[in-house]
DNA sequence: GTTGGTGCAAAGGATTTGCAACTTG
DNA sequence: CAAGTTGCAAATCCTTTGCACCAAC
């Protein structure tokens, strides 16, 4: 199942309405091999398919957001679907400065041991996100 | 050393000026327990000392930014000192969702690790940063 | 047919730029 | 004194809000 399909089924399933412009934006992000802001997916939709107004694109992304299917990438500025089907526990981003392609993770004992220094700190840890930017298989050649 | 005190230093080493409104955004940002917006850091200075311009304060921040004075947290949009001598390598902080206040920490083997995980995954990770949010010791009771 | 969603207009912030006047070293 | 900095004005960009119209269920 693509993204753009397991997207629309969340939507459909928590009773929200399956638009043209929640379409067009889910497709967007789904295709996308990095971080797209609002402004990136305005002028995308400005070229290929049908024009989509600004306020649309941000309303549809807070949305997405709020159902976890798209991530904010804080050091881009910018959102990426979320292929992690589990709805908890923390995302990790690797971002890579070459293609500005990017790809996220989970990895259990990491979370375990950033809590566990935060920990020896008196810092009682919740949540965290972390982003790594470096080069990717294909651009590290 | 205080903070503003070696702030004043590196400046000055670099062949920066030392000037007022610089002096001013220093000891803000030192003083402050938490992340500051540059919009933070103007009212507090049209309460407390002189008026500064909002212009200036973006400068000054993107100066010390450059200098690795202070770093940029992601996850509330503001700024801090940065208290770590070491240029080099990725910061961690813990960020208190009861009082706001934030601690920077860096830990060798968690960076170790971080790359790692990233480099079983083709990726050649450089840097990154961590975000944590919880409870400081004095919020947990 | 309802309810929720979209588009438009406009407001509100945040951030950047150009340039003349000033201050530091 | 010269070079670097500041303050102001204004431009630009990003994001949010209110409301009438429209489309999905």
Same mark, same amino acid.
């Given at each position: 199942?693509?993204?753009?399909?397991?997207?629309?089924?969340? !939507?459909?399933?928590?009773?929200?309405?399956?638009?043209?412009?929640?379409?067009?934006?889910?497709?967007?992000?789904?295709?996308?091999?990095?971080?797209?802001?609002?402004?990136?997916?305005?002028?995308?939709?400005?070229?290929?398919? +049908?024009?989509?107004?600004?306020?649309?694109?941000?309303?549809?992304?807070?949305?997405?957001?709020?159902?976890?299917?798209?991530?904010?990438?804080?050091?881009?500025?910018?959102?990426? +679907?979320?292929? !992690?089907?589990?709805?908890?526990?923390?995302? &990790?981003?690797?971002?890579?400065?070459?293609?500005?392609? !990017?790809?996220?993770?989970?990895?259990?004992?990491?979370? &375990?041991?950033?809590?566990?220094?935060? &920990?020896?700190?008196?810092?009682?840890?919740?949540?965290?996100?972390?982003?790594?930017?470096?080069?990717?298989?294909?651009?590290?050649?």
């Amino acid at each position: 199942m693509s993204f753009a399909e397991h997207a629309i089924a969340v !939507l459909r399933e928590k009773g929200y309405k399956v638009t043209r412009p929640r379409r067009q934006v889910i497709e967007a992000i789904g295709r996308a091999e990095g971080a797209m802001s609002p402004g990136d997916i305005g002028k995308m939709m400005g070229e290929g398919g +049908r024009h989509l107004d600004q306020v649309t694109i941000y309303r549809v992304i807070n949305l997405l957001c709020s159902l976890n299917l798209v991530h904010r990438v804080f050091s881009q500025g910018g959102y990426v +679907r979320c292929d !992690l089907l589990e709805e908890e526990g923390c995302h &990790r981003f690797l971002i890579c400065r070459g293609c500005g392609s !990017l790809q996220e993770f989970r990895d259990e004992a990491l979370c &375990r041991q950033e809590s566990e220094a935060a &920990r020896k700190l008196g810092f009682r840890a919740e949540h965290h996100v972390t982003e790594s930017s470096g080069l990717c298989r294909d651009c590290r050649d």
